[in-house]
């Protein structure tokens, strides 16, 4: 047997077992209670805050999540520096008190916290409890040996520590920016993240389901128990059955469960259909425990020849990374904000996301799972070797086993993540330290689940000189850009399989265009190398602005696309984002790597991908018709279902054209004359699609567009309204900057603004922004109380307007 056989088979092994993933969803159950609301905080520094009689009166009230580094203001001296995003960071203090009736049993009290940022360390009532330095991980305490009952508080304090900068290659928040829950146990329970489902078996007719449970008995004494466990349909409807007696003695004991489904519904992007299995614990008869664990089913492969399967045929990945920042809230987690960027995406044409580069929120997960995409699961962007300055390479030694650990329990139910990745870049791949670690990393995954191959992003494609690659420990090789150097794989690792794990890095700000569209610019063309930008610190959003290790959306998806062994590629980056701003110093604070800007308007490349990666009918025709008299101006077109394309320049038509191989736009280069551009896509001589663009006039009025007209009312639903800028007629002003104010009544309240311009210093946390090249974002965020929100928007000069909201 060959080693590219045996190289196949062992995958189709591995991923044989992984039919069959459940994704472990909050549980809204009376045991867990939303910890959310009513935290004092105080931004500095206090020794004594952590005691339990401090005087915090003056602290102010807030909700968590929460981000105090968006609430600053811009600076070139920012600690974090333009690469963090030029915002404060520091030391802050949490406090929140509480109260809990006596259980008429004994309980079990626990504090979870779904992820702070960072150095985090937990104190309740005066007690210690830990430390948790990585920002990005959730952790679990036992309040239960400290709690007061009855009229007596409890206090819990949290110090977060986010000082020592730079802490990361891009802007992290500071702060508890993820969720927090109170939760309640009897002595007997599934333990924590104690639940694991893989499917020896899965096909379209038949699953074989096998259930791993881990029960926790606090008490000293042993405890019989019956543990009852269901899977349920969508309606939920009972499809199988089992049950097992237990004697639980102290500390964790394990059982296992087996399940068949005939004619199941498998999981995909395209059908994302979810089970549920429920899990009930008796004692003596009486309900103790209850777990709820969605679940879904599929299986897929990796082959080194015909690239990626999934549920038994040939799947294209069509992937972003994405970095965890939700723009103008930062990274304070809004469930509704992270459902957004994925509607977005997913009208794309996007199947598949790299959490880049770190766990990321749960809650993010679970829409994955529930609105389908495929998600490489990512741990470290460091190892011991250091990439920011005062990264995790300090806290290496003594936490990565613990955190990597942590991630794998708390996500390995998602049917969503279908990769492992242990690292980003490694500098290690350089050296034979990569060994060791990487078959160390690799251990520890494959200790707690074997259903998942295990990759790491690779930027050295020679396979002599990558000793993460010679460590034999990666399952699926994962590639950086070099997209030139994909079509070498076959012969340079036989046998291998690969993934493009991120791609491009092509530059552009949304609405602002260079020419000749043709000439590509290279920004910078080497490390810190100088070049000729733009004094107004933009780039072009034609595909023809790159850095210098990166290339064109074309060009490189043109390699993905037509070879079957590539299964797919993962752009850098979906959404721009805080940080990162290459090729410019500060003011630039944002990236301009984005297919999406940061307040989740697309640019126009958006466009070739749906013409791509969707049945969807695109005619995009860009850019806008606003220049100077007779200047030569590129007309661009993506389109699709469609055979080619006529353009008309105020009526007269400068002939039809149709894309080349390998080319995904067709061009024109025509003077520019004041008046329309319309653009007619034909298929088989018969008209398909039609898009007209007029010569814009005066800045005139203000249009308002709200994503979502009605909300809840519970104090964090929000509705993103996008601000255009038109003239009388009710054409967008392509240049338009006016500020525009804005002013709330009612329930509700501007959560942040933006205007996608990547050098904008004006604080997100506002009332006011100018318009970027026409358009501008204010997001509104309901109260806890149900009514009418009425946004107002104005400026001098503009005819102003109102929309109105209705919060349930």
């Known amino acids: 047997m060959n080693k590219s056989t045996k190289r196949n088979i062992r995958l189709l092994m591995l991923l044989s077992l992984t039919g069959l993933i459940f994704s472990c969803q909050p549980k809204q159950l009376a045991d867990r209670q939303n910890f959310d609301k009513d935290w004092k905080f105080m931004l500095g520094d206090d020794s004594l805050a952590f005691q339990a009689g401090y005087e915090d009166g003056s602290w102010r009230k807030l909700n968590v999540p929460h981000d105090w580094s968006i609430e600053g203001e811009f600076s070139a001296d920012a600690p974090s520096t333009t690469e963090g995003g030029a915002l404060p960071t520091g030391i802050g203090w949490y406090r929140k008190s509480f109260r809990l009736e006596k259980p008429t049993s004994n309980k079990n009290f626990y504090i979870d916290f779904d992820g702070v940022f960072c150095n985090s360390e937990v104190w309740i009532n005066g007690h210690f409890l830990g430390k948790r330095p990585y920002g990005y991980i959730s952790f679990r305490y036992d309040l239960t040996p400290y709690l007061n009952y009855g009229e007596s508080e409890n206090i819990l304090a949290v110090r977060v520590d986010n000082s020592a900068q730079p802490a990361s290659r891009w802007y992290t928040g500071s702060g508890i920016y993820r969720h927090v829950w109170l939760v309640e146990k009897n002595p007997v329970h599934v333990a924590h993240w104690g639940t694991f489902v893989t499917t020896p078996e899965v096909s379209e007719t038949l699953a074989k389901v096998h259930l791993d449970i881990q029960l926790e008995n606090t008490d000293t004494q042993e405890q019989e128990v019956l543990v009852k466990s269901s899977v349920l349909d969508s309606q939920g409807t009972v499809l199988a059955k089992a049950e097992s007696t237990l004697t639980a003695t102290n500390g964790i004991s394990s059982l296992t469960q087996n399940f068949e489904l005939n004619n199941p519904a498998l999981w995909s992007p395209e059908n994302p259909n979810l089970y549920q299995v429920k899990s009930e614990v008796f004692k003596e008869g009486k309900l103790v425990d209850e777990y709820n664990t969605p679940l879904g089913l599929r299986w897929f492969e990796f082959t080194p020849d015909k ?42 044409g996007v199947n598949g996301i790299r959490m880049a580069h770190n766990p990321p929120a749960p809650e993010l997960l679970h829409l994955c799972d529930k609105m389908g995409f495929l998600v490489i699961n990512e741990s470290f962007d460091e190892w011991k070797k250091t990439k920011a300055k005062k990264g995790y390479h300090l806290y290496w030694d003594e936490w990565h086993k613990r955190d990597l650990e942590d991630m794998i329990l708390r996500d390995r139910n998602h049917p969503s993540i279908f990769v492992w990745s242990i690292g980003n870049e490694i500098p290690e791949q350089f050296d034979t330290t990569g060994i060791r670690i990487t078959r160390e990393l690799a251990d520890i995954v494959k200790s707690l689940d074997t259903t998942r191959p295990i990759t790491a992003a690779l930027t050295e494609t020679d396979p002599e000189k990558n000793n993460l690659y010679k460590s034999g420990a990666l399952d699926l090789l994962s590639f950086n850009y070099k997209h030139e150097e994909y079509l070498k794989f076959p012969d340079r690792y036989p046998g291998e399989c690969m993934l493009a794990s991120e791609n491009m890095s092509a530059l552009s700000s949304r609405g602002h265009y260079d020419f000749p569209s043709d000439s590509v610019r290279i920004w910078p063309p080497a490390y810190n190398a100088p070049f000729d930008g733009n004094p107004d610190l933009t780039a072009s959003s034609f595909d023809n602005c790159i850095a210098y290790w990166g290339a064109t959306h074309e060009d490189t998806w043109a390699v993905v696309k037509n070879n079957d062994f590539i299964p797919g590629m993962f752009i850098w980056s979906g959404f721009d984002y805080i940080g990162e701003p290459l090729p410019y110093p500060y003011p630039a604070r944002s990236s301009y790597l984005g297919i999406i800007d940061l307040c989740g308007f697309p640019k126009d490349v958006y466009y070739m991908y749906q013409s791509e990666w969707t049945d969807k009918t695109v005619l995009h025709l860009f850019p806008h018709w606003n220049w100077t008299e007779g200047q030569t101006v590129d007309l661009w077109a993506y389109y699709n279902n469609a055979d080619e394309v006529e353009l008309f320049v105020n009526g007269v038509s400068q002939g039809r054209k149709s894309k080349e191989k390998d080319q995904f736009h067709v061009m024109w280069r025509v003077p520019f004359h004041a008046g329309s551009v319309r653009a007619v896509s034909y298929k088989n001589g018969e008209k398909v699609a039609e898009q007209e663009i007029h010569t814009a006039g005066q800045a005139a009025k203000i249009e308002l567009i709200a994503d979502r007209n009605n909300i809840k009312a519970d104090g964090s639903d929000l509705s993103f309204i996008t601000v255009k800028v038109t003239d009388k007629d009710g054409n967008m002003v392509p240049d338009a900057a006016n500020l525009i104010n804005f002013n709330v009544d009612g329930e509700g309240f501007v959560a942040g603004v933006d205007n996608g311009y990547q050098a904008s210093t004006d604080p997100f946390k506002a009332s006011y922004r100018k318009a970027f090249n026409g358009m501008c974002l204010v997001i509104v965020q309901s109260t806890e109380h149900a009514g009418n929100i009425k946004i107002t928007a104005s400026s001098d000069g503009l005819e102003s307007n109102s929309l109105t909201l209705t919060s349930n």
Not at 326 to 337: E, F
């Open 307 to 348: 690239g990626f399967f999934l549920n038994g045929k040939p799947y294209k990945l069509h992937g972003v990374n994405q970095h965890h920042d939700l723009g103008a809230l930062g990274a304070a987690v809004n469930t509704r904000a992270m459902e957004r960027q994925l509607e977005i995406l997913k009208e794309m």
